[in-house]
């Protein structure tokens, strides 16, 4: 299965040429130049990551991270920043605007790659289990700390509890 990348940098052929090592097998990449078009790029398009190139005296990429992590549609995809320096006040500022990791040009292919993978992996792991769990007459809900039988509801102490959520969470397997 192909991972979509969206790449946003001033210039398409730098934004190609960062990402000219990684196998072409496992991404897709869409490269756009202009912040609104990336916003826009990263609403339709959802990639599973961003990288977004910028200069150290450069604003517009941090803006354009800010507006990624402020949105609904976009503020699940993970976020890189890609610098020609590594002025540590930009570095702060980048993690402040809400990337979730910085790279410093020029980058090796191989570390890129890695990077890459890992924020994917991080952000498509499975988030908090599903909420209500039902089988058969019973029915737990974890986030309000409820559990019924036959729609009556039961007095558990918080152990009693977190047994049942792990039984009714493996009906299958044996537990101990």
């Known amino acids: 299965m192909l991972r979509r990348l ?3 940098g001033p210039e398409r052929k730098d934004s190609l040429a960062l990402v000219s090592g990684l196998p072409k097998t496992e991404f897709i990449v869409r490269v756009e130049t202009s912040p609104v078009a990336s916003l826009q790029a990263a609403k339709g398009w959802q990639p599973e990551a961003v990288i977004l190139q910028t200069d150290h005296s450069s604003r517009t990429c941090l803006d354009l991270c800010r507006g990624l992590k402020a949105e609904e549609g976009t503020r699940r995809i993970p976020v890189m ?48 289990a599903p909420s209500e769990v039902s089988v058969g007459p019973i029915c737990l809900n974890p986030e309000q700390g409820t559990a019924s039988l036959d729609n009556k509801a039961l007095e558990l102490t918080k152990k009693e509890f977190l047994v049942l959520e792990l039984f009714l969470r493996h009906p299958d397997r044996l537990l101990s």
């Open 81 to 128: 920043l890609v610098s020609d320096g590594r002025d540590q006040r930009h570095v702060n500022e980048s993690f402040e605007s809400g990337a979730d990791d910085f790279m410093t040009k020029p980058c090796h292919p191989t570390e890129l790659l890695w990077r890459v993978r890992n924020l994917i992996r991080r952000y498509q792991a499975p988030s908090s």
């Open 6 to 8: 969206l790449i946003c």
